[in-house]
């Protein structure tokens, strides 16, 4: 098991940039493949990015390719977001999430077994 705890969020302008973090309990990060998600108001939870456990590969949802860049740490147990050239389509909840699975697709919510608490990001025109 893991505890997860997200940081970082806030209120940003357009073009803006922010970097979320996740910090994770254990001794055990590196066991687990990573990955971001974010649910709008009235919107179903989507997927942003995702790590594999030791940074070897990394994905991007379309929507965010070539703004956004994931990374971790496993040293200090963290996961980061990195995110650029923000857009008002942005705001968000957004979720880090942890799954100790192999062979799995990590781009759906459905494979990971751990959640953060989420935090808020809002994006002004």
């Known amino acids: 098991q893991v505890q997860l705890v997200e940081s970082g969020g806030g209120l940003v302008q357009a073009g803006g940039s922010l970097r979320l973090s996740c910090a994770a309990s254990?001794?055990?990060?590196?066991?687990?493949?990573m990955g971001w998600f974010r649910q709008a108001p009235g919107k179903e939870r989507e997927f942003v990015s995702a790590?594999?456990?030791?940074?070897?590969?990394?994905f991007y949802a379309d929507a965010v390719k070539g703004r956004f860049t994931i990374s971790r740490d496993n040293a200090k147990n963290t996961l980061y977001l990195q995110m650029n050239s923000l857009k008002p389509e942005d705001t968000a909840v957004y979720y880090c999430a942890a799954t100790d699975r192999s062979f799995v697709v990590l781009t759906t919510q459905l494979k990971y077994d751990y959640w953060g608490q989420g935090t808020q990001v809002t994006v002004s025109s």
């Open positions: 254990g001794r055990t990060f590196s066991n687990y493949h």
């Open positions: 790590i594999t456990r030791n940074g070897g590969s990394t």
